[in-house]
């Protein structure tokens, strides 16, 4: 049975860090795409950094130069370090691997 578990949401104020992680079991970790899309409220779920097949790292331009994707494949993890938070980063975030999801994590950027 494939799990997707991410951790290490809360609320973080503008210009802080956050740093997610997702644990990945049940799959052949090193094959699949994986990576991280987000949701705010009231808007479609948008892919915002992954590793795709062949390991090339994926960027929306809405976070490039701020959030870094990373893996630990030993360890079948998934990280996003996110900088420089603004508000509009607010958003349930959720980790894929493959076709599979985990529920997903709330980032709350605030003062």
């Known amino acids: 049975q494939v799990q997707v578990v991410e951790s290490g949401g809360g609320l973080v104020q503008p210009g802080g860090s956050l740093r997610l992680s997702c644990t990945i079991s049940g799959i052949i970790f090193k094959i699949m795409a994986v990576g991280w899309y987000r949701q705010a409220p009231g808007k479609q779920r948008e892919l915002i950094a992954s590793?795709?097949?062949?390991?090339?790292?994926y960027y929306d331009h809405s976070v490039t130069g701020r959030f870094t994707v990373s893996r630990d494949d030993d360890e079948k993890t998934v990280f996003l370090q996110m900088n420089s938070l603004q508000p509009e980063d607010t958003a349930v975030y959720y980790c894929?691997?493959?076709?599979?999801w985990g529920q997903g994590i709330q980032v709350t950027v605030a003062s």
């Open positions: 590793f795709r097949v062949g390991n090339r790292i």
């Open positions: 894929f691997a493959g076709e599979n």
